[in-house]
């Protein structure tokens, strides 16, 4: 019986071409990929400054390895807030111009611990249908009624603010939308926030280290003010090149996290040596201009060449370009074509895109040359004449 439905389930996710195969990488993350003992040019990561292999940072990693250890033998509420830890928190409030910041192990676990400590069943949440899941997750886990709202709407969101009888209120929403890879119109989430007194909820996983004055992110980019309603949360393994993840904001909703959020407080603290990693990745962040610069310059380029094409680029001005397939039979298909032309990039399908609307999610690091992305354009160009 429990055998039966996880055998039909498997057959069935096969079927509907949703099944996911992971590819072991024989190297590190960067352009070039070692799979089955073949080079490959991946455009697959988050690494969009190129700072996963940086001999700098994996110098600062050794070195606190030597110091710290590996290990930080407990939740940080117990005996593993090290140093490195404090130091990361510190430098990352300050960097954001935020009261105070607190440091977890991963973005879905800082997802996980804010709306679930800040609100509950007599309250709402606002979200942009296009969160990411571990969003998602949160509004479910927080039992507060979860009100979602068309992508962008802020018509919509203002008439369901208007309409709710909630207790508190608190607007959710991807800075960059991670399968997309547009923006949120953060300064009118920002004024409906005020307007209908609401905490305003800001995932910036694709925004830290990329956008705004020194890679500061997307509150930053759009100069929303340091308001106690805004809380930041930002990711530290995708732009930062390391793993973990920072929530920033108003003083007394961090030590509201750190008293009572149970992602926060029961799991283990994160290596030190990441923590230590992650203070020199802020440093190259911040003096990252020329990786910045040179990131939106492959983005041009990409997007002239793939000018053409039968299928569409969204309009995205950040490193996630998405090829919009349709079927994701066709996404699948389209994708392993290129792969068996040396170009690596993922199918994106349901339940990551709505039905309809598989993709090819092509992302750029500034680790990339301009001749990786006219590799990739002479590929596709390709495999469109022999469709
Ligand atoms: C990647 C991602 C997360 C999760 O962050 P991890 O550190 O990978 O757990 C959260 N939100 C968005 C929008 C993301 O893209």
Redesign the pocket.
Known sequence: MIWGELETGLAGLAADGVLRRRRVLDGPCGPDAVIDGRRVLAFCS?DYLGLANHPTLVAAARDAAERWGVGSGASHAVSGHLRPHEEIEQRLAAFVGRERALYFT??????LAIAPALVDRRDAIFADRL??A??IDAALLSRAEHIRFPHGDMEALARRLEQSGARRKLILT?A???MDGDLAPLPALFELAERFDAWLVV?D??GFGVLGPGGRGSAAHFELPPSPRLIL?G????AAGV???FVAGDQRVIEWLLQRARSYMFTTASSPLLAAALLVSLDLIERGEERRARLRQLIGRLREGLDGLPWRLSPSPTAIQPLMVGSNEAAVRLSERLFARGVWVPAIRPPTVPAGTARLRISLSAAHADAHIDTLVAALHDCARRD
Do not use: I, P, Q, R
Request: glycine fraction near 12%; avoid cysteine; charged fraction near 10%.
């Open positions: 988050n991963t973005g879905y676990m800082a997802n969160n990411h571990s969003l991807d960059v939308f991670s995932d996983a694709h949360m990711t530290l393994g995708k793993s973990g993840a």
